[in-house]
Nanobody
Framework: VQLQAYGGGYVQAGGFLRLSCRAP???????????MAWFRQAPGKQREAVAH???????TYSDSVKGRFTISRDNSRKTVYLQMNAVKPEDTGVYYC??????WGQGTEVTVSS
């Protein structure tokens, strides 16, 4: 499944961004049940999971973003979102979306300035 992530950019600490990940070539019967996730990779660090959402909408978050980030999905648009609020400089990195079939998007870069 091809995934397209976008919405990254520059933001000051305390600000917000919304990332989107869509699967334009997927059909809804394939996309809807998939568990989708956002990962991020900070410079010089390993890729880490940020948030997951199941096909039924159950969400989980890493401790570092819990209470600040919200993952959601719109199955009619075959899109998953990551609402990032109260961002911190340590949120800087390249954000990737992923599905439980092992597909990855190309990444979208987020830079948070202090």
């Amino acid at each position: 499944v091809q995934l397209q992530a976008y919405g990254g950019g520059y933001v000051q600490a305390g600000g917000f961004l919304r990332l989107s990940c869509r699967a334009p070539r997927s059909i809804t019967s394939v996309f809807n049940p998939r568990t989708m996730a956002w990962f991020r990779q900070a410079p010089g660090k390993q890729r880490e999971a940020v948030a997951h959402i199941t096909g039924r909408g159950t969400t989980t978050y890493s401790d570092s973003v819990k209470g600040r980030f919200t993952i959601s999905r719109d199955n009619s648009r075959k899109t998953v979102y990551l609402q990032m609020n109260a961002v911190k400089p340590e949120d800087t990195g390249v954000y990737y979306c992923n599905d439980d079939l092992g597909s990855w998007g190309q990444g979208t870069e987020v830079t948070v300035s202090s």
